[in-house]
């Protein structure tokens, strides 16, 4: 099963790429399990810049903005 | 069903192809509208049965000339800057920043605060990926003021509304601003009044910067990407700022202002200033706000020294700060930056 976590504060992009990751985790029927990632010595601790940011399993492949669909999609 | 195949390459090709065609033709029409807009306006108001000498047409007028040439400026720069943007991610201007020295560094984290995308949930870790880079407390500082106060949201209205003096005028003030109050802060050692978690910090393996390697399709899916995302965030508050502009422009009488803001109330910059501090807006809210103010005779000095105030130093940006900064260095950050506002309201007064 895939860890994600979801980093940001609170602001409206890192909720659209919370529903984002779900929706298409969903879609594709994999089994993942989902937390965000809100207090910013956490997210300091990835190195990430620019939040919204994903990991998934340990990695950081996402940072900065809302992903777009295909990328997403390209995760599962 | 059988699909055609095509390559990758082939595919990319044609992409390029068809976005510089649209972007071609966008242009032009682009153009023609915006060389057209009072014409617009005379025909929404002549539709209305309306004439510019009563108070209700000139505010009508005002609002149909304004919001289609506000939008036009907007989506044409945002685009712009949305690509610019893909070529300046906050790791490559991190590493760019690195181990720069005082006054040099300064400088180019102004400069670059203008180009590197910024969103104001992400100052914080921002912040932390700068200093845990090594890139000075100064210098940063330089970065985290030019970034919110010297976008290209409000460098575009400025422009569209009072032309490129202003706008230019705003740019290399913001920039000043931001590199003076960056250096001040860096001579006053206030490293200590970090956050102790900070200061304690190990950041893991940087994450490696992702905007190098992009296609020019990807670059200009992003730019338009920004439009919708700035102009969609924007657009209420341009509305609202326009109306309320429109309101200005038709009913406060000549000349009202200039008693309360103009140019011989030299309290007005002080005051400007302390009103804009606890206030946030985006840039788009405000400027046509001002450009009615100023039709009414508010000194120009006075009201940019209010915007600046207002987007450069805000509320919620304090609370989120408190988490990476002790109280006494949040009071020196605002009480430098206000100070620095405070100036450049004296000599935008001044010169114009």
């Not at chain 2, 190098?212 to 924007?234: D, L, N, P, T, Y």
């Amino acid at each position: 099963m895939k860890n994600i976590k979801i980093l940001g504060s609170g602001c409206a992009n890192c909720r659209n790429t919370y529903a984002l990751v779900e929706a298409v985790a969903k879609e594709k029927n994999v089994a993942v399990s989902i937390d965000k990632v809100e207090d910013f010595p956490s997210i300091a601790a990835y190195g990430v810049m620019s939040t919204p940011g994903v990991v998934i399993d340990g990695t950081v492949v996402h940072s900065g903005g809302v992903p777009s669909r295909e990328k997403v999609e390209s995760w599962f | 069903m059988s699909e055609v195949s095509v390559s990758p390459a082939q595919r990319t090709k044609s992409s390029v192809f068809g976005w510089t065609g649209v972007l071609v033709l966008a242009s032009f029409a682009w153009i023609a509208i915006y060389s057209h807009l009072t014409d617009f306006a005379d025909a929404v108001i002549g539709a209305l049965g309306l004439t510019r000498n009563t108070r209700l047409g000139e505010a009508i007028h005002f609002f149909s000339y304004d919001t289609p040439k506000v939008l036009m400026l907007l989506i044409g720069i945002v685009f712009v800057m949305g690509i610019v943007q893909t070529f300046f991610v906050p790791e490559r201007t991190r590493a760019l920043l690195t181990g720069k020295r005082l006054g040099i560094g300064n400088v180019l984290a102004a400069t670059l605060g203008i180009v590197t995308p910024f969103c104001s949930c992400s100052a914080v870790p921002l912040f932390i990926g700068f200093l845990s880079a090594g890139v000075p407390l100064g210098v940063t500082f330089s970065f985290l003021i030019s970034a919110p106060m010297v976008n290209e949201v409000a460098l575009v209205l400025l422009f569209g509304m009072f032309g490129w003096k202003v706008a230019g005028l705003y740019l290399a003030l913001g920039l000043l601003v931001a590199i003076v109050s960056g250096l001040v802060i860096g001579a006053l050692g206030m490293e200590r009044h970090l956050e102790d978690w900070v200061r304690a910090l190990q950041t893991g393996e940087a994450h490696p910067p992702n905007g190098v390697s992009m296609s020019w399709v990807e670059r200009f899916e992003s730019g338009w990407a920004h439009v919708r995302q700035i102009v969609g965030k924007v657009f209420p508050y341009l509305l609202a700022g326009i109306g309320l502009g429109a309101a200005i422009h038709g009913y406060v009488p000549e000349d009202f202002m200039a008693s309360l803001m103009g140019h011989d109330a030299w309290w007005a910059v002080p005051v400007a200033v302390v009103l804009g501090v606890p206030m946030y807006s985006n840039a788009a809210g405000i400027v046509p706000v001002i450009e009615a103010l100023i039709g009414k005779g508010a000194a120009l000095g006075t009201v940019l020294a209010f915007m600046m105030a207002v987007i450069a130093l805000s509320a919620p940006e304090m609370i989120i700060l408190r988490k990476v900064l002790k109280p006494r260095l949040i009071a020196i950050f605002a009480g430098v930056v206000a100070a620095g506002i405070l100036m450049v309201g004296y000599v935008f007064n001044a010169v114009f």
